[in-house]
């Protein structure tokens, strides 16, 4: 141990004389790691959110190669805030909008599905027992009350289209198309957004539900997070000239955070793991882990200055005080994020590395926060009659002195009082999710309501199982599994009748 000691004191001394020359060191080092990070990737996956290797998802993964994935699937509701669909208006607006997209070079035109497309056919008897197939409501909408009411009969006696393409009671319609897998989810809600925009008024609303709706809702808020950040740094500057009331407690955190998040960027950009936006919160977390390590370490400083009135000696000091309490520190926190990698889940993988590696950085701030300090201005006078936090100092060191003091009990009745609660509240926590839309959005959210409208007033659902059968070739023209088929609805229908609605 003395000689740990001695090693200790002789590489602390060795850093303040050249600190100069470290400070320039760790900068350069930093600007250029720091270049990675314009190599950044900040997509949302949500299947990053499921466990690797489950099978389930290797039964997923089959099923895209064979048929797709369905993640450009987007459902259009269109419902008129007054009485029910059979109107010029609406029929009209409800053509409009599907004529409008078959033209989108964006979207498949054969996979683009309403009451208004040429591919929804009805049987249509005719003459002598024949029966002859047409579309519904191709190429144009009733002109006459007689064409609307045999439209209704068409619609209400057809099971393919009752419920599905048009509510049971009339009262809205949907259409159901396919982006191209080369559309980018900013791309299709611009689309989408500004058709809503078209096409909604006082009379009429546009409802729309699917993956690149849900994502296109995510990445517009990209804007907002960056401007709370912004907002929040400005704060956490103002608040640090108030706490420490000189230049050196202010640039100090904020020059070590500034370093410590350029290695943490760097690091995400050169491994190309992906930063999703869904992260972005746990940044904060860093950085205040960052500037609550820099503070301390800052604040011991002022101290050893104040008593030394010498750079050096109070850089020196600091360092060999802090220095490995600030590293076991650090390290606890940062095992805790890389204890996430036993999780079998790809996203809590990658927020143990990105987030491991990030804390670990901070551990520099031993180091680097004295050398910083050492070279920013800062009076005697001013670090002696200044505030300095002492007043928060005398107020904590009160309550320490009653909580093991004279109020002890009263701390520790407070404290079991907070045990029994927070034990009785986890009884009541809600595993999943079974609210419709998305857990990512507020449940009043407009994505969330419009999925919850589409799941109430349709047959079909955002939220579907697809049965998939394999076996060897040609084996699915057997008759049974058809009836496998059948039965497998017939068995949801009868044990789930509240939340199952229909299969096709």
Known sequence: ????????????????????????????????????????????????????????????????????SGASTVIIAVQPKHGDIFNKDTLTKIKDITN???????????????????????????????????ALMFPDIPKTGKEMDLLKKHIFSTSSINGKLVSEDGTAALIMTEFKENISYEKSFEILQSLVKRYSDENTSIHITGYPMLMGWIYSYKSQMALVFSISIALMVIILYVVFRNITGMIAPIALALICSGLGLGFIGWTGLNFSPLLYVLAFLVGARMLSNAVQITHRYIEEFRSTMNRKEAAYRTMRAMWMPNVAAVTTDSVGFMVLAAAKIFLMLQIAIMMGFWMMTIAISGMMVPIICSFL???????????????????NTKLAEFSIGPGKYHVGIIVLIILVVGIWQTTRLKVGDPSPGSPILWPDHTYNLDTGFINKTFKFSSDNIALYYEGAKDSVYDPEVPRIFEKFDQHMAKELPDIYKSSS
């Open 1 to 68: 141990m003395p000689d740990t000691n001695k090693r200790m004191d002789r590489f602390c001394k060795f850093i303040v004389k050249n600190r100069l020359a470290v400070l320039i060191a760790v900068v350069t080092f930093t600007v250029i790691f720091a270049s990675g990070a314009a190599r950044i990737k900040s997509d949302v996956i949500l299947q990053d959110l499921f466990p690797y290797n489950h099978p389930y998802l290797k039964l997923y993964a089959r099923f895209v190669q064979v048929f797709g």
């Open 100 to 134: 409008e997209i078959e033209l989108w070079d964006e979207a498949y035109r054969a996979l683009t599905v309403s009451m208004a497309s040429n591919s929804v056919k009805i049987a249509k008897p005719k003459a002598r027992g024949e029966i002859a197939f047409g």
């Open 377 to 395: 201005p800062i009076k005697a006078d001013k670090v002696e009659n200044g505030n300095n936090g002492e007043g928060l100092a005398r107020i």
